[in-house]
Nanobody
Framework: QVQLVDSGGGLVPPGGSLRLSCKISGRSSNTWTMAWFRQVPGKEREFVAGNRRSGETSYYLNSVKGRFTMSRDSAGNAMHLQMNDLKPDDTAVYYC????????????????????WGRGTQVTVSS
């Protein structure tokens, strides 16, 4: 049984920073595809960042490029999302997700490709 526990959300002013973490228990590997998504009420879940394998390039939503950085540990049991220069539009519930499959690059952004999800952590950017 694979379980993901995401944490690190909170309330920050515009321009602030947060670091989200996701611990993976059960079975996992540094070859699994991992990603972060976010969702606001009334909207579809949105891809934020993804990585197909530890040590490879990460992919980002255009609006977070240069501000967010995804990382993952080499053992494959944790991932992180460093979020800097946060903006009110970044307010959402953030979810970590993973799948044992090595997705093709163009599929990394699709939530339907992921098999395991965290419960979400709220990020609120407001003054």
């Amino acid at each position: 049984q694979v379980q993901l526990v995401d944490s690190g959300g909170g309330l920050v002013p515009p321009g602030g920073s947060l670091r989200l973490s996701c611990k993976i228990s059960g079975r996992s590997s540094n070859t699994w595809t991992m990603a972060w998504f976010r969702q606001v009420p009334g909207k579809e879940r949105e891809f934020v960042a993804g990585n197909r394998r530890s040590g490879e390039t990460s992919y980002y939503l255009n609006s977070v490029k240069g501000r967010f950085t995804m990382s993952r540990d080499s053992a494959g049991n944790a991932m992180h999302l460093q979020m800097n220069d946060l903006k009110p539009d970044d307010t959402a519930v953030y979810y970590c997700a993973t799948t044992p499959r090595r997705l093709i690059t163009s599929s990394v952004r699709f939530s339907s490709e992921y098999d395991y999800w965290g419960r979400g952590t709220q990020v609120t950017v407001s003054s």
